[in-house]
């Protein structure tokens, strides 16, 4: 599931490759995600991030942004 880069958090597993601009991978999917890497994604302006999520969290983070579209449409 795709999600905003601030609310990406340590421990969660990237399920894509992500590519700078000159298309070479920063990290390869199947990559846990620390702190450290989280912060360098944020200061390369990195905006969202493709991880694995359990089904659990996927209702979560779509409660999230239903709830975050209502109150900004």
Do not use: H
Not at 27 to 54: A, C, F, H, P, R
């Amino acid at each position: 599931m795709v999600i905003d880069i601030n609310k990406v958090k340590p421990g969660m597993i990237i399920s894509r490759p992500l590519y700078n601009m000159n298309g070479v991978v920063i990290l390869n999917s199947g990559k846990v995600l620390t702190e450290s890497m989280i912060d360098t994604l944020i200061k390369k302006n990195i905006k969202k991030i493709d991880v694995e999520l359990s089904k659990e969290e996927q209702q979560l983070f779509q409660m999230d942004n239903d709830i975050y579209t209502t109150i900004n449409t």
